[in-house]
């Protein structure tokens, strides 16, 4: 029995544990920041720290629960908890001049969020439900959970991510 319980559930955490997108919420941000309109004080850092920050609670997916637990179930991966801290805060961001500052960061939370949703999943309904919303699964098809995502055309969408970064970044030096 607990064998038949464990496979399933390292096959899950193979694939489905790990922060899929890959290495693409970065360039993301980037792209953010480089398509935003009007004057931002600290832009770009809004948009590249928000880009990655739902991702921190990884060290407590790896070192606190020892990957028992989907990280996106953790409150830096759900949307409402950032709806409310963004209430809260941008406000007060306001009154320091920082309100487009914080439109920056919290698109960039979102983005992240966004493209979470693709292959890891994101609990949108939350706390209506507890399920993880997701656009497709990738299988564990190989051995390392790495070669399972490169090979599955998701991966595609993390390129196209680098690929218009790295094209703005060469090319649009005035977007
Ligand atoms: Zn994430």
Known sequence: MVETLAGPRRRWCAVGGKG??????????????????????????????GSVLPDADMFWFHFVDQGSVHHHHYWPHIPAVWAGIALVTLPILYRFGLLATGAVFYT???LHLILDTIAGGINWAWPMASNLFVLTEVPAAYSHWIISFVLHWTFLAE????????????????V
């Open 20 to 49: 899929l997108m890959l290495t693409a919420h970065l360039p993301s941000g980037y792209v953010l920041a480089r398509s935003w309109r009007g004057p931002v004080k600290y832009l770009m850092p809004a948009a590249l720290i």
């Open 159 to 174: 390129l196209a991510v680098w690929a218009l970064a790295l094209w703005i970044y060469f090319w649009k030096k005035t």
């Open 108 to 110: 960039s939370i979102f």
